[in-house]
Structures are given as structure tokens and as C-alpha cells.
């Protein structure tokens, strides 16, 4: 019989409708039946990709034993981390802080009001490797309850104060004003990150290893603004390292999670559009940066028009947006799903596919071992060297084609917010650099569909099938879309898509903004009362995306580059204060806002390129493969509505013309693309 969650737009809930444990959704009516049961609330908390999720379920909330011991003690509520992100946040802050360590599933047992007394992540359903098993845990609660109330209750309200305490060092003073940006902070940062760089493997730190994309950025960024040579150094290093490993699909494009190993050998399978969303962007950055005919700019080549064709073939949803992810697991030739099993291969399976010569061959390119680089003696494809052109091409299509035959991972059809607006944000850029329309056309699609659904400026979290669900957009999908909204009006020159961007970020500054001038992660009238008798959602250092507040500090740079507007600037350098202080101690938490801080050192640059549509191409095409950090280009006629950087500023002797201006000056109007690279290749304004 299904359970409550058969009625929730949540791919990951569904995935639980037909548990024989007594979901209930995150909601008034969870905690009415708490209270009126007189139960703590065990909140389970996970996504539809995740791995351990999956395992965490089968073995205990199929299981009929435990299940009905979980609706007798327990009111059970079942949250998708994806689509309600301040639940998550908070509820892994507490798990942080008891357990030391947080991840997905996440076990939350509280109050009938919310207050979490006991937190962790997976239980076995026996004990193993020291875990006691769920069941032990479940007993040992419910009894704690039934005769240990007060103490539970103290424990509760103990670690509610707590959390507010943590909260403390990261924020600013109410008192502190935006100082102009130091140079030193950026410096310090990069000093600290190198004593963490794997000069041998790339990337920071040891297994396992994530795809750090915003700091990557940030060093992409401070190497084209600087000219220093450590940081190009860092992030080619990791670049090349990740493309060139199982992290990378060899075959079809994409990146997985994250790698298990501290060589980018064997991933953790799941691919979220956040993920490729980031990296596409970084990687065309790479390109744009790297010398023309260099192997560097090639294997960054081949990493984007995988990556962009990847997203737009498989994760395209019917209404235009991208899916969230696709799952790790998958059924394997066993008919049982395995983590995986769509990927791996063995040198008999290649062989199979390609014939002896082209098995062998393909086994060597790819690093596919008798021993395996994985499981049961199975190989993740890697790709060390550059095979031959023309072969490659030609093994790859048939191997793919034969993996498309296998059975295929699940996907995550709903449509967040934020990660759409990342989306849009990296195919439109990629697509103008490489000149491939198709993509900015997807981003465009997506880009009409978050605008569909907006309320005004209000941003939903997400949608699926065309259905906009309940749960309220949170900061980073209001600074993403609103960057995806600004970055399509560039590469476009659609002047339309400056005043959604305009609505969404006066509901950044109108409903989020904290007292010392950052921002919340959620909105003053949308916060859930439940969470804010815990702690209203506020995190400034970077989880797998850019924290909310340094995102949105990033689009309204933008914003007020592209409108002259002082008092967007204002807000996004107020906004850095607290991030650039983290970044100081702890700059692998604080990339985005080093990537912003590194467009705020390089004015940001302003171009601006006027005259007949048709006639400018030459001149935009300069203008776009200048890597000045954050650089804001548009490119229209001089009357487009709304966009002052166009305003003024007239076409000279009728001929397209550019105009760059740093830091309230700007260099004399050019129609010469020569001249105009000379520009954008000088020093910033100071």
C-alpha cells in the first residue's frame, strides 16, 4: 500500500512510496502527529542519486520488521536534500557537530517541535565496523524517550544554543564597513592553498577528492589578472589530471561526483548538472586561457563539447530544463543494480565489442587491466595520453553504442532552480566561445522556463514536469538564475532578460539580507518556522556549489556593471566581507568568493560593443576571448533598453565600435579588433 509519499513531486520521495514504513513529507502535518502521539520525529534525509541512500533503504526501510518498529515509535519523515536545501543545512550542521562528520543519508531524531537530541548518517542493519546497527539505534532512542524525556530534552536545547553560538565567527560585525580589497587577501589565500596542492595528482588534499570548481576558477582567474604562474600551474595540473581520469566519462562526456582515490581513478558514479554545470564553465575558461594549437587548449576542447553535449542530450528535460543528476547504481548482467555497472568494463568485454586488435589497443588507451582498476575485475575508463585521432573516434562510437545497450542509470527529472541557472550560465558562455549556437539555444530554452516560473521576482526550488513545486526558492537559486538570466543578456545582446534578472535580485536585497549587509539562505517572509527556532540558514563557505551569499555577491557585480547602478556594487562588496575573511583561513571553503573578489581587483572590465547587428562580430569575438577576470561584455545597439554600459556611446563614422572602461575610466573608443585586444590585455585601472 503506498504511503503518504506516492503524492510528492520529489523523484527521491517516490523512490519511497512504497516503503512499509509511514512517511510522512517535511510539514505541519509531521509535526501535529508528533504532537499528538507525543513521538520524536525521525527525519531521513537523502537524494535520488546517492549511492548509499539506496543501500541504506533496501536493507532497513523495505525491511517489514524494522519498519514497523519505526511507525510505532516513531513519526518517520522521508526529506529530498535537493529540493529542500535549508532543511538539509541545518540538520547536517547539528550532524557536524555531534558526529564530526556529515553525508548523505542523514539520520536526524528531534523533538515533536524540530530540536534535534541524536544525529548520524548510515545505519547497517547489523552491527559492522563499529556501528552499531539501525535497529540497536532505534531501540536505544525510543527508550531514551519513553524514560529519559528530561534529558533528552536538555540535549536538545543544548545543541539548539550551540549551533546559535557556531554561528558567530563567520559573520561580520554589525559594525564592519567594505573595506577596498586587498591585495593581501588574495595572496594569503593562495599561499595557503599551495601547501594543500597534490603536486603529483593535482587537486587539494588526499581521498577522496572532489572536482573543486569554484577555486579553480578563482585560480584561473588571479593567473589572467596577475600574470603569476602558480596558480596556471595548480589548476592545469588538476584540470588535465580530472579529464584525463575515471572522474571524467571518456566515452560520453561528464564528470561524476566525486573520486574515491586521491588519483581521480575510481569515481563515486552519480553525475549531477551542478557538477558539470561548474566544470563546463571552468573547463572553457581553461580553453579560452590556453595558448591556440596548444595540446592544453585541445584535451580543454574535448572536455567542453563533451560535457555541453552530454547535458544537452541526456539530462534536456521535455519542457527545456536540465534533470538533477543520474543515479550511481544501475543493473548490472546480473539483472541487480550495482554502483557502476554502466560504466566499468574488462578487456574481454572491449574485446568483444571492437574485435582482438582494436580490444587490445582500446584496453592500453583506456587503462583497462586484467587485475581492474574497480570491482570483480573491472577497469573505469581513463585516458593517461592522447591516443590517434581517427581510431579513437572510431573505437569510441562503437563502444558507446554498445554501452548504450546496457541497462541504464536512473535519472533525476525534477529541475532545480540554481543548478538551471548554472546551467544556463556555462552553455551560454561555452556556446558563444566555441561558437556552437546549438548550446546557447539550450541554455536559452532553460533560461525561458525559469522565467515562466517566476512570481515576480520570487524564485520557486524546483519543478518537475512543468509543475512548479512547494518548496521555496533559497538564495542560490535566486543569485544563480539571476547570473544565468545576466550572462544570457552578454552573449546574446537580448536586452529581455535584464529585467527578470533586475526583479530577482531586488528580492535578494529586499528579503534576504542579514543586518551586517550579507545575506541568509533563505527569505525573511519563507523561512519555515521550524528551522528558525533552530537557526535561520546561513552558510558562507562553499559546499559542492558556490555558497548562496558569494553567488549572489557574484550577480550583483554583474548587475551593476551592466546598469551603473552604485547601489548593486555596494551590496555585492558588502557582501564579500565575511566570505573574504573565511577565504584568509580557509580558501579550499571560499573559491567563489575569491573568484569574485578577482573581478572586483579587475574593475570589473567593462565592453561594450555598439553598431549594426551583422557588422560586429569581429570586434564581440575579441571581446569574449579576453580572460580579464569577470569581464562584463554585451554587445547592441546604443539605445537598449536598460542597459547603460550600450548607453552613450555611438558608433564612430557609423563603424562597429568597442569601448572598455576599469574602474571609473575608460580607454578612448576603438574600431580597430587589434587596438581592442591591446586593451583588454593591459593591466586594470587602479
Known amino acids: 500500500m503506498p504511503n503518504r509519499l506516492a503524492r510528492s513531486t520529489s523523484p527521491y520521495l517516490q523512490q519511497h512510496a512504497e516503503n512499509p514504513v509511514d512517511w510522512y513529507e517535511w510539514g505541519e502535518e509531521a509535526f501535529a502527529a508528533a504532537r499528538e502521539r507525543d513521538v520524536p520525529l525521525l527525519i531521513s534525509v537523502g537524494y535520488a542519486a546517492c549511492h548509499w541512500c539506496h543501500v541504506m533503504a533496501h536493507e532497513s526501510f523495505e525491511d517489514e520488521a524494522t519498519a514497523a518498529f519505526m511507525n510505532e515509535h516513531f513519526v518517520n519523515v522521508k526529506v529530498d536534500r535537493e529540493e529542500r536545501p535549508d532543511v538539509d543545512a541545518v540538520y547536517m550542521e547539528a550532524t557536524q557537530a555531534t558526529t564530526g562528520r556529515g553525508g548523505w543519508p542523514m539520520t536526524v531524531v528531534a523533538t515533536p517541535d524540530g530540536q534535534p537530541f541524536y544525529c548520524g548518517t548510515y545505519f547497517p542493519p547489523v552491527p559492522a565496523h563499529g556501528m552499531p546497527s539501525f535497529g540497536q539505534v532505534l531501540a536505544a532512542l ?34 564592519d564597513q567594505a573595506a577596498p580589497l586587498d591585495d593581501g587577501i588574495l595572496a594569503t589565500a593562495l599561499g595557503s592553498l599551495a601547501h594543500a596542492f597534490d603536486t603529483t595528482r593535482g587537486g587539494f588534499g588526499g581521498a577522496p577528492k572532489f572536482p573543486p570548481s569554484m577555486l579553480l576558477e578563482w585560480l584561473l582567474r588571479h593567473h589572467a589578472r596577475t600574470g603569476e604562474p602558480q596558480p ?59 595558448p591556440p594549437g596548444s595540446p592544453e587548449r585541445e584535451l580543454a576542447r574535448r572536455v567542453v563539447v563533451g560535457t555541453a ?139 525561458e522556463l525559469l522565467r515562466t516560473h517566476l512570481d515576480g521576482g520570487r524564485v520557486a526550488r524546483a519543478s518537475r514536469d512543468g509543475v512548479v513545486g512547494a518548496a521555496a526558492g533559497v538564495l542560490e537559486d535566486h543569485a544563480h538564475v539571476a547570473d544565468g538570466f545576466l550572462t544570457l543578456l552578454q552573449v546574446t545582446g537580448d536586452a529581455s532578460w535584464l529585467e527578470p534578472a533586475r526583479a530577482v535580485l531586488d528580492e535578494v536585497l529586499s528579503q534576504f539580507r542579514a543586518d551586517d549587509g550579507g545575506f541568509f539562505d533563505t527569505a525573511a517572509d519563507r523561512t519555515d518556522p521550524v528551522l528558525a527556532r533552530i537557526r535561520r540558514p546561513r552558510e558562507l563557505a562553499d559546499g559542492p556549489t558556490p555558497a548562496g551569499q558569494t553567488a549572489a555577491a557574484g550577480a550583483l557585480l554583474t548587475y551593476a556593471a551592466l546598469t551603473g547602478s552604485a547601489r548593486h556594487r555596494e551590496a555585492a562588496e558588502r557582501a564579500l566581507v565575511g566570505p573574504l575573511r573565511l577565504a584568509v583561513e580557509v580558501p579550499r571553503a571560499a573559491g567563489w568568493a575569491l573568484a569574485v573578489a578577482e573581478a572586483l581587483a579587475d574593475g570589473p572590465r567593462e565592453i561594450a560593443v555598439v553598431g549594426p547587428d551583422g557588422e560586429r562580430e569581429e570586434l564581440w569575438r575579441v571581446a569574449a576571448l579576453s580572460p580579464a577576470p569577470g569581464a562584463v561584455r554585451v554587445a547592441g545597439a546604443p539605445e537598449a533598453d536598460g542597459v547603460a554600459l550600450l548607453a552613450d556611446r555611438p558608433a564612430l563614422d557609423g563603424r562597429p565600435t568597442a569601448y572598455v572602461c576599469r574602474g571609473f575610466t575608460c580607454d578612448r573608443p576603438t574600431t580597430d579588433p587589434v587596438e581592442l585586444a591591446a586593451q583588454l590585455a593591459g593591466p586594470p585601472s587602479r
Open 142 to 175: 525510543a527508550q531514551a524517550w519513553q524514560a529519559e524525556r528530561a534529558e533528552v530534552e536538555r540535549s536538545a536545547h543544548g545543541l539548539r544554543d550551540a549551533l546559535a553560538r557556531r554561528a558567530g565567527p563567520l559573520v561580520p560585525h554589525a559594525g
Open 232 to 290: 596556471l600551474t595548480m589548476a592545469e595540473r588538476t584540470l588535465a589530471a580530472m579529464a584525463r581520469g575515471g572522474l571524467h566519462d571518456q566515452l560520453a562526456g561528464g564528470f561524476a561526483r566525486y573520486s574515491v582515490d586521491a588519483g581521480w581513478v575510481v569515481p563515486h558514479f552519480e553525475k549531477m548538472l551542478y557538477d558539470n554545470a561548474l566544470l563546463l564553465r571552468v573547463y572553457a575558461h581553461w580553453w579560452r586561457l590556453a
Open 309 to 447: 553535449d552530454w547535458m544537452s542530450r541526456e539530462l534536456r528535460t521535455p519542457e527545456g530544463g536540465f534533470a538533477s543528476a543520474l543515479d550511481a547504481d544501475s543493473p548490472g548482467p546480473d539483472g541487480v543494480p550495482h554502483e557502476g555497472a554502466f560504466y566499468v568494463w574488462t578487456p574481454a568485454q572491449l574485446a568483444e565489442v571492437l574485435g582482438d586488435d582494436d580490444g587490445a589497443w582500446a584496453a592500453e588507451v583506456l587503462a583497462v587491466t586484467p587485475e581492474g582498476t574497480f570491482e570483480h575485475g573491472t577497469s573505469v575508463l581513463q585516458m593517461p595520453l592522447d591516443p590517434d585521432p581517427a581510431r579513437w573516434e572510431r573505437v569510441r562510437a562503437a563502444l558507446l553504442t554498445a554501452r548504450d545497450r546496457r541497462a541504464r542509470p536512473a535519472r533525476d527529472d525534477k529541475v532545480v532552480a540554481a543548478w538551471n541557472g548554472l546551467a544556463v550560465a556555462a552553455l551560454a558562455e561555452a556556446g558563444d566561445l566555441l561558437q556552437r549556437p546549438d548550446w546557447v539555444a539550450a541554455a536559452v530554452g532553460a533560461a
